[in-house]
């Protein structure tokens, strides 16, 4: 039996991406048993609370910027795996979702009877979502940049994502969360690219560099204030 994720959760999700999707990756990349069950681990994980904003929602959107850069990638079928799994573990208590995530990939792929590298490479594709190193390869960074493009929507989109991220550390006080909230802006502000195809750097960087600083000079307004 495929590897199911720790969960409160007692049923799967009925939102974001469809079992027909999961079918069809899973068929492309050779599976042979469990299909169905693996999805269904993967919508109970991305359904766990206190998931505001990393949860099957996150993957439908992810999916979908994927779809437009697809033929960019060398390896379509590792990289899609790697969007389905990228937070499939998701703590925000903890240091290791990405690690753990991958590990959860390269168990429930080889599970399914997948074969070959594709496992091992969806795994080294999720860890790169831990956005602390440029990704090496092009499949990398489709990676990240359909897994950052919420940072180049609209203002009011943008907003939405901010608060959900909050709901999620809700357990961490204001000010710690702005402190780190802060640190990662200026990280991705800092960049000379936060996109790296030029498909999504054409199409988001402009607005997501005003996203952030938009974001980064309210936490220093609200910082001064406090």
Same mark, same amino acid.
């Given at each position: ?27 492309? $990349? &050779?599976? %042979?048993?469990?299909?169905? #069950?693996?999805?269904?681990? !993967? ?5 766990? =609370? @206190? ?41 925000s208590k903890a240091s290791d979702n990405e690690a753990r ?13 997948? $074969? &070959?590298? %594709?496992?091992?490479?969806? #795994?080294?594709?999720?860890? !790169? ?5 440029? =990704? @090496? ?64 750097? &054409? ?24």
């Amino acid at each position: 039996m495929c590897p199911r994720p720790s969960t409160n959760c007692c049923s799967p999700s009925t939102a974001g991406p469809d079992l027909r999707r999961w079918s069809a990756v899973c068929a492309r $990349a &050779g599976a %042979t048993q469990g299909v169905t #069950a693996a999805y269904d681990a !993967l919508a109970i994980a991305y359904a766990t =609370p @206190p998931r505001a904003y990393h949860n099957l929602a996150h993957i439908t959107a992810c999916l979908s910027e994927f779809d437009t850069i697809r033929g960019e990638a060398a390896d379509p079928v590792a990289v899609e795996f790697a969007i389905w799994f990228h937070d499939a573990v998701y703590d925000s208590k903890a240091s290791d979702n990405e690690a753990r995530s991958a590990q959860l990939a390269v168990q429930t792929l080889a599970c399914m009877g997948i $074969a &070959g590298q %594709t496992p091992h490479t969806a #795994a080294e594709l999720v860890l !790169l979502t831990r956005h602390d190193r440029i =990704p @090496p390869t092009l499949d990398g960074q489709v990676v990240i940049d359909v897994d950052l493009a919420i940072l180049g929507q609209p203002s009011e989109v943008y907003d939405t994502y901010e608060a959900a991220v909050r709901r999620e550390y809700s357990w961490v006080t204001d000010r710690e969360f702005r402190t780190g909230r802060a640190r990662f802006i200026e990280t991705m502000l800092a960049r000379p690219r936060i996109f790296f195809t030029d498909a999504c750097h &054409g199409k988001y960087e402009t607005r997501a560099r005003a996203n952030l600083q938009h974001a980064l000079t309210r936490i220093t307004a609200l910082a001064a204030s406090a």
